[in-house]
Every structure is written in structure tokens, then in C-alpha cells.
Nanobody, 115 residues
Framework: QVQLVESGGGLVQAGGSLRLSCAASGLIVSIDTMGWYRRAPGKQRELVATITTGGSTDYADSVKGRFTISRDSTKNTVYLQMNSLKPEDTAVYYC?????????WGQGTQVTVSS
């Protein structure tokens, strides 16, 4: 059974930074394309960053240059370093494989950026 547990969210002022973690069990993050997704209030879920099995990364235009996705295979964990945060980054952040599997969604971690 796959379990993805996100952590690291919080309240931060605009311009600040946070590092999110996604600890995985039941799947191996280095042999699946992993993604970070977010859902802001009143908006659809958005894919913000991906990392492939080969280590290639891709980002939504809205976060490019500010967010960095990475993984630690020894810890079976995926990270999202978020810098220069903006109020519009406020959302619940989730990790999942890409394309996502509905049953893999975890609780997510709330990120709130104040202006």
C-alpha cells in the first residue's frame, strides 16, 4: 500500500522560504516520476514541479526560478524548496506520481504566504 506523507508547510511572509518533504512508502521515488501539486482555495489542482527517474526536472511557469524539486533515494523522500514565496503560492501542497494516482493522495501540507 502506497503512503505519501507531506510535511514542512507553514505560515511565511512574502519573500520567505520553505522546504517541503514527501516521505514515501510502498513505492520507490527514484523509479517513478514524482510531482508536487498544489490546490489553492477556489482553484483547480495544479502540477508545480516534477522530477523524472533520470533526474530531469520541470516546473510550472508560475514557480520557475523560485522552486526546486529534488529527491533523496536513501530516504525515499522528495523535496520542494520554495524561495521568494508570494501570496499566490498559498495552497495545500501534495506529492504524487505523475500522472497522479487517485489513491496515492496524502493529507498534504498547508503553505500560507502573507503579504
Amino acid at each position: 500500500q502506497v503512503q505519501l506523507v507531506e510535511s514542512g508547510g507553514g505560515l511565511v511572509q512574502a519573500g520567505g522560504s520553505l522546504r517541503l518533504s514527501c516521505a514515501a512508502s510502498g513505492l520507490i521515488v527514484s523509479i517513478d516520476t514524482m510531482g508536487w501539486y498544489r490546490r489553492a482555495p477556489g482553484k483547480q489542482r495544479e502540477l508545480v514541479a516534477t522530477i523524472t527517474t533520470g533526474g530531469s526536472t520541470d516546473y510550472a511557469d508560475s514557480v520557475k526560478g523560485r522552486f526546486t524539486i529534488s529527491r533523496d533515494s536513501t530516504k525515499n523522500t522528495v523535496y520542494l524548496q520554495m524561495n521568494s514565496l508570494k501570496p499566490e503560492d498559498t495552497a495545500v501542497y501534495y506529492c504524487n506520481v505523475k500522472p497522479f494516482v487517485t489513491n496515492f493522495w496524502g493529507q498534504g501540507t498547508q503553505v500560507t504566504v502573507s503579504s
